[in-house]
Nanobody, 120 residues
Framework: VQLQASGGGSGQPGGSLRLSCAAS????????MGWYRQAPGKERELVAT???????NYADSVKGRFTISRDNAENTMYLQMNSLKPEDTAVYYC???????????????WGQGTLVTVSS
């Protein structure tokens, strides 16, 4: 299973960026998908998660500004980031909990990360 994140780049404070994460490979089902980020000198932290039923969880720091969504048919997840702040600058990682075949255990996979830089 591979997770390919894209859409990172530079944005201005108050601006918007949209991240995508496409899962491919031997996938029977995807349970929870999520975005995490790691700023320089800091630990990786949760940004948002969405489960297969659409239940969503956001970090307090992004509530009201970021929107997570997923397309189950395409095994793709998105993160719409609005009202960007300099403190959103980080490498953003996508994560997926995947069942590779019927009856198999769930496995945790990470994408390679995409850099988001917010500055004026």
């Amino acid at each position: 299973v591979q997770l390919q994140a894209s859409g990172g780049g530079s944005g201005q404070p108050g601006g918007s960026l949209r991240l995508s994460c496409a899962a491919s490979g031997s996938i029977f089902s995807i349970n929870t998908m999520g975005w995490y980020r790691q700023a320089p000198g800091k630990e990786r932290e949760l940004v948002a998660t969405i489960n297969s039923g659409g239940r969503i969880n956001y970090a307090d720091s992004v509530k009201g500004r970021f929107t997570i969504s997923r397309d189950n048919a395409e095994n793709t997840m998105y993160l719409q980031m609005n009202s960007l702040k300099p403190e959103d600058t980080a490498v953003y990682y996508c994560n997926a909990v995947v069942q590779t075949r019927s009856g198999s255990p769930l496995y945790n996979y990470w994408g390679q990360g995409t850099l988001v830089t917010v500055s004026s």
